[in-house]
């Protein structure tokens, strides 16, 4: 399994370029743990981070197949995600 870390306030660069390297894991058939820490806002709201979560599932969209659908663990929301391929 493989993860890849968000934060709620990833920039859109940085967001395009960690989808890319997270859709090069489902081709070659990993599971994915995607996973938003908190970054140094602290003080943000929960619903932030799982807003992050969903909107890394809809850009995937077909690509990926979510296995455990977002849970908060401590500081962090994680979903596993696998390919429908």
């Known amino acids: 399994i493989?993860?890849?870390w968000f934060k709620?306030?990833?920039g859109e660069g940085d967001l395009d370029h960690k989808i890319k390297r997270v859709r090069?894991?489902?081709e070659e058939k990993h599971k994915v743990k995607l996973t938003v820490k908190p970054g140094r806002n602290k003080r943000l709201d929960k619903s932030h981070y799982f807003d992050q979560l969903k909107?890394?599932?809809v850009i995937l969209g077909e690509d990926a197949e979510v296995e455990?659908?977002?849970k908060l663990?401590?500081?962090n929301v994680y979903a596993i995600i696998k390919s429908k391929r």
């Open 2 to 4: 493989k993860e890849m």
């Open 73 to 75: 663990e401590g500081k």
């Open 24 to 26: 090069e894991f489902l």
């Open 68 to 70: 455990t659908p977002p």
């Open 8 to 10: 709620p306030m990833t």
């Open 55 to 57: 909107k890394v599932l």
